[in-house]
């Protein structure tokens, strides 16, 4: 899970959805290290915004590469736990695990919705 405070965002979002945060499709540009139109050119990030790119497209690199997204030198990246339910969180401040993510998110709310 990417998870780019607002404020650390170079994208462009529609203007009614000021607080929209990191959206579907974010992830993106910082995976993929290219420009997209109508939501960033990398180019323009800042030192945070390239690092957090950097972890997080090397992640994807590795997942690719062996179906495992550690990185050498970091903390070994836990396979889910659904008793834990723990994700990995990429952020401008580094990237950690987190058991917190489903209720941060109210993700309970969003599968009660039974939204198609």
Request: charged content about 15%.
């Amino acid at each position: 899970m990417l998870n780019i405070p607002r404020e650390s965002q170079p994208l462009t979002v529609p203007a009614d959805l000021p607080g929209l945060g990191s959206f579907h499709s974010s992830s993106l540009v910082y995976a993929f290290q290219s420009p997209i139109a109508g939501l960033a050119d990398p180019a323009q990030f800042d030192a945070a915004q390239a690092k957090l790119s950097d972890a997080f497209s090397l992640a994807w690199a590795n997942f690719a590469r062996n179906g495992i997204p550690n990185v050498e030198g970091k903390s070994a990246w836990r396979n889910f736990d659904a008793a834990r339910k723990n994700v990995q969180v990429f952020t401008p401040a580094g990237v950690q695990e987190s058991t917190g993510y489903s209720s941060d998110h109210k993700c309970a709310f969003w599968t009660r919705t039974a939204l198609p």
